[in-house]
């Protein structure tokens, strides 16, 4: 497959592939993820590096664990596929830290969630009031998700904004000036 678009441009940012895991089903419920070429340590280095650069062994563990137990599609166990798309999103907000990582992590996996909930949806199945829930569990998920991403958003701006509002009279034949002023006295020598 060619690095080119339509017209035979090269992009100018090539994102190299994400990484991935093998999924060995233990059971529909349960599966051990192992790295998709055999390389184990090059996988766990790509693994820290892709949530937030830790250094713990322990994070990308629970991690991993974390997205397989919210990586089930409807009707199935878990998805080797799901885990994959999930980590690709990870990865590519670039999270840095663990915090950061968590809340990106909370982010694919509420949006796995969306997704599963709006498949069900599209099917019709269940009567009004299972169609009901399901409608209102996918506006929950979907305003979940957004504030997760307004949450990233602020943790990666730094500090807050602040608007300071005065109320000032203005009569007739007054002036007023909008903004900031700075009053300096200058000396002028005689």
Request: aromatic share 4%; glycine share 12%.
């Amino acid at each position: 497959m060619s690095l080119t678009d339509y017209q035979g441009r090269t992009p100018a940012r090539v994102r190299k592939a994400p990484v991935r895991v093998k999924l060995e089903r233990i059971n529909c419920d349960v599966g051990k993820l192992l790295p998709p070429n055999g390389e184990h340590r090059l996988w766990i280095e790509r693994l820290k590096a892709a949530l937030g650069g830790t250094a713990s062994i322990d994070f990308v563990d629970a991690t991993l664990f974390q997205l397989q137990a919210a990586a089930r599609l409807p009707n199935s166990g878990v998805s080797e596929i799901a885990v994959n798309a999930a980590l690709a999103m990870i990865e590519g907000e670039q999270p840095r830290g663990e915090t950061e990582c968590a809340i990106v992590v909370q982010m694919a996996c509420v949006h796995s969630a969306t997704m599963a909930i709006l498949g069900r949806l599209g099917g019709g199945h269940g009567g009004d009031r299972h169609i009901l829930a399901a409608a209102t569990a996918a506006g929950r998920l979907s305003r979940t998700f957004a504030v997760l991403v307004e949450t990233l958003r602020r943790l990666r701006g730094g500090g807050d904004q602040h608007i300071r509002v005065e109320h000032v009279h203005v009569h007739d034949g007054g002036q007023a000036i909008v903004g900031s002023v700075n009053t300096r006295t200058y000396e002028v020598e005689r």
